[in-house]
């Protein structure tokens, strides 16, 4: 290859000494597009810039395409030519960028301060200091590629598992100003049915505790919110973000990597791993500018796959491998309409239902609908997720708490529904101390299995927290 690029080189050098301007650019037109060409057509451009007979006026638009075919050149160099080919050539790129610039400053074609940012721009690229083998701009573009790569691992989670994590601390706005650095106390679910990676209520610091436990944004094929509040959604914007960029990235043959079952094997395109999202019907009217087709019918967000809202009216969703999640009616105030919802996961597979209550409290539809729920599911093993939140003093005399169960309207929704486990989740910070006792609690008074759904937190030297896992 260098002796071919060679002789193309001194050919084209020969062919403008002898002023045969016409001959040079047929001879280069022949070429395919790549950094010797780029190199060529720059040399023509500058043997022009230099030649006597050009009209002085010319000198800026050769100056201007002669340094852009330099760049690009070396831009080609750098992704598609090995070390050895760079070190050789890049010599002769900078050659010239020296003469485009010699050019420009005796003709004066350029300001001052158009000749100053392009002396930058060379400097920072194809500049290498004597001690280094690279330029600051190669360093920098390695730098991301190397970046590129170590942000994105592989994806953790495989058609044989099925989980539910709990990837949270507290609840409402209190992990908004904690000082505690044990863990990002905020947070959400994320499900895994049988390789189906489900993100349920990606609140504050949900991300942070997502990659901080070990998974991966490739581990992500649907999104749930089940209302429109902070803490339930506060990270679904930086998680399309994310989304949006691992959409760019290009596939690479990989033996080792779990694939998703609609992801194409075809190395040199773009990852379109599609994901589905489901949202309540205030989270749907709020971020539908975002993820719904545009009025030709095309979708704005390519990984978008459905786009769906959920209601306790609407139909029983089916997910994958016969998964089904049916949203369930709440009674919670989210800016003053009642439409959030809860989610019940029906996973055949394993015989076993998963209630997750959303925040809600215990009056209005809840009775009737609770009564309902536990006749669909009859004798399967049901595991409900209960959102307590907090403790409210007038349970004491007969009351219940207007806008989240807590501990009152816990007991309503273990009485209906008789799970044989209870998860305590939703998990108000005043209840740090006293959420283990209730859990005791629960399991002599009713006689199921009960735990908390939260990340366990280590005070000791060793911080060894890690979040509570529900294996079904």
Not at 315 to 328: E, V
Not at 374 to 392: F, L
Not at 393 to 420: D, Q, T
Request: aromatic share 10%.
């Amino acid at each position: 290859m260098n002796s071919d690029a060679d002789y193309k080189i001194k050919e084209v050098r020969h062919l403008l000494d002898s002023k045969q301007f016409k001959e040079a650019d047929v001879f280069v037109q022949m070429l395919e597009d790549g950094w010797l060409c780029y190199v060529l057509k720059a040399d023509i451009c500058i043997a022009k810039m230099n030649e006597a007979s050009i009209p002085r006026k010319n000198i800026p638009s050769y100056s201007e395409k002669a340094r852009t075919l330099c760049m690009r050149a070396w831009l080609s160099l750098y992704n598609d030519s090995g070390q050895e080919s760079v070190d050789k050539y890049l010599s002769k790129i900078k050659s010239q960028l020296r003469d485009i610039l010699k050019t420009e400053r005796i003709c004066c074609a350029l300001g001052v301060e158009r000749l100053k940012e392009d002396e930058v721009i060379q400097k920072f690229y194809i500049d290498r200091p004597d001690i280094q083998r690279c330029s600051l701009g190669e360093q920098s573009l390695k730098a991301r590629d190397r970046l590129k790569g170590g942000l994105w691992p592989l994806r953790t989670i495989d058609s044989s598992e099925y989980f539910l994590k709990f990837l949270k601390i507290y609840s409402s706005y209190t992990p908004l100003v904690s000082s505690d650095n044990v863990a990002q106390h905020g947070g959400g679910y994320f499900a895994c049915f049988g390789g189906y990676g489900c993100v349920i209520d990606p609140g504050h610091h949900f991300l942070d505790n997502f990659f901080r436990y070990g998974h991966s944004i490739h581990d992500i094929d649907c999104v749930v919110i089940t209302h429109f509040h902070d803490d339930h959604y506060a990270d679904f914007l930086a998680l399309l973000s994310l989304l949006h960029q691992r959409s760019k990235l290009v596939k690479t043959k990989d033996g080792n990597r779990k694939q998703s079952s609609d992801e194409v094997h075809k190395p040199g395109r773009r990852l379109r791993k599609k994901v589905d999202f489901f949202l309540d019907a205030t989270s749907y009217e709020m971020f539908a500018s975002l993820l719904c087709p545009n009025k030709g019918g095309v979708r704005k967000v390519r990984f978008c796959r459905r786009f769906e809202k959920l209601s306790p009216d609407g139909p029983i969703i089916s997910l994958a491998k016969g998964i089904t999640m049916r949203p369930i009616c709440t009674q919670h105030n989210v800016l003053g309409r009642n439409s959030g919802v809860g989610l019940l996961f029906m996973i055949p597979r394993r015989k076993t239902s998963v209630l997750i209550t959303g925040d809600t409290a215990w009056k209005g539809c809840m009775p009737e609908a609770y009564r309902e729920l536990a006749s669909s599911i009859g004798n399967k093993n049901c595991v409900v997720v209960a959102h307590v939140s907090t403790a409210y003093e007038k349970e004491v005399i007969g009351g219940f708490y207007n806008n989240h169960l807590a501990i009152r309207g816990l007991c309503r929704v273990i009485a209906a529904m008789r799970p044989k486990q209870v998860i305590l989740s939703e998990i108000g910070e005043e209840l740090r101390d006293s959420i283990s006792g209730l859990k005791d609690i629960i399991k002599t008074v009713y006689g199921c299995k009960c735990y908390v759904g939260w990340i366990e937190q280590d005070y000791s030297e060793t911080k060894r927290d890690k979040p509570f896992t529900y294996n079904f």
